[in-house]
């Protein structure tokens, strides 16, 4: 039989929704695709300074208006997705799996003893689009000739973003939430074959997570950034995964 466009996502019975599992012992955890009831759960880590002193892009102070803003954007992204899938069953009843240039899930949640789904962060892949580059024009020539490379290229440069909820760091669920995302996701459904991320300098568990999922660390750069927060960043570590061919 063949295998359905959107695998190796499940289905929910209840939502209709795709999501990934992430394995034992983290089965009680799954990624799924963004809600607009996500907002005030986003509000509240976005206001959280163990999460928000490690993220260069969310405005601050964060509003309600401000994650209305954002799920609208990043949920356009997951449907575009989910419906390339869904068009994909139809068009290829042959089953050979098309890639995507998006995720349809990224949204992390756990499942609750009563079955209920308790948000828990946010990871996203996307092209890279080089944030320690402080010239504007190298930046900007690097990220067109990245974005304009077609899906499959193993050249183009992907990168993730990602966070979890304060009440449940140093549990191990980021790293096997960065280690599910690309073999099951990246790599097949997307033709993932190298990743960079940049991390603060003095984000030393962001950069750990990265190590223990197969990131070497390239360099640490220099930089001169002031977050909306107010504060100064002077460095980013570089890390890169590839592909093992
Ligand atoms: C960074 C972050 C994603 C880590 O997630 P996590 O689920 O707590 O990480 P894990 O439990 O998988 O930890 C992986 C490793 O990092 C280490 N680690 C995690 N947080 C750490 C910290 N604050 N300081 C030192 N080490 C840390 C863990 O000890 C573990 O290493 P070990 O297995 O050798 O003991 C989470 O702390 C977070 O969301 N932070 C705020 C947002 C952020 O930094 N995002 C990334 C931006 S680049």
Redesign the pocket.
Known sequence: MSKSQFHPLQFDEKTGEPYLRLPAPYDNIVITPPRMSDAPAIVSNMSDP??YV??EGPPHPYLPQDADYWLTNIKAETDLAIEKLRRASVEKPDGSLILVNESPVRTIREIQEDGSELFL?DITIVRERWPDVEDQEAKQALANANAKRELGDPEIVWCF????AAS?????????VVQTFIRDWAVPRMGVRQLR????AD????R??FE?SGFVHEKTVSVNKVLNSGRTITAMDVLWWKASQ
């Open positions: 163990r999460l490690w993220l962060g973003g990602d966070y979890l449940h760091h140093g549990k191990g669920i980021m790293s096997a991320v940049e991390t603060f984000n030393v568990g962001s750990r997570v223990k």
